[in-house]
């Protein structure tokens, strides 16, 4: 089990000042594709600003990426009835067999960790934020996954933040973007 991902490139993004410029444009760029996706402009400003909140309150929990590399130091070894009993404001069992259709687990199921500590304050973050943030956290991180794969207006918002970013001062080509996905996807087939 991993961390849930955040939409920045790291925690930093969210802890450090000299960022907030990088934060007002991915808050920029949730809204954006809000609207385009038929939202409201100024209530989608406001959703988007409580998801971005809520990623800050992830990256906060969330373990540096130097503490992540003694994997012997932080792995945990436990049964899925431990891992509920640890963590219980989050449904494993439904979780994971919403993943394994065809294998469900049990509560004799073994499970590994490398960030108990991470999951211990996951629970309580989720336990106290309203659902609706929440799920517009997960439905935001579906759409940017997305992205790349969307039309062209898409494509402009999306270039527009990582100009603030990266830097990236232009996207490549839909048609290569295309060729190198088949390549990845394909290899010398």
């Not at 450090?16 to 402009?41: E, F, N, Q």
């Not at 219980?88 to 065809?102: K, T």
């Not at 039309?151 to 295309?178: H, I, M, T």
Request: with cysteine.
């Amino acid at each position: 089990l991993d961390q849930m991902q955040l939409g920045l490139p790291g925690r930093d993004y969210y802890l450090k000042m000299s960022s907030l410029k990088d934060l007002k444009a991915y808050h920029r760029y949730m809204t954006d594709v809000a609207v385009l996706l038929g939202a409201d402009k100024r209530y989608a400003s406001e959703e988007m600003k409580k998801v971005v909140q809520f990623e800050t309150l992830l990256a906060n929990v969330s373990i540096p990426e130097a503490d992540r590399q003694d994997t012997g130091a932080i792995y945990e070894k436990m049964s899925l009835a431990e891992l509920e009993r640890r963590v219980p404001e989050i449904r494993w069992r439904d979780y994971l067999n919403a993943f394994l259709p065809e294998q469900p687990v049990d509560d004799r199921e073994p499970i590994v960790s490398y960030a108990m500590s991470y999951f211990n304050e996951l629970g309580k973050l989720i336990a106290k934020t309203e659902r609706r943030v929440v799920q517009n956290y997960a439905l935001w991180r579906l759409i940017m996954d997305m992205m790349p794969h969307l039309p062209d207006e898409y494509q402009e918002k999306r270039a527009e933040f990582r100009r603030v970013l990266l830097g990236v001062l232009s996207e490549r080509n839909r048609w290569n973007q295309c060729v190198e996905w088949t390549n990845k996807k394909l290899g010398m087939a």
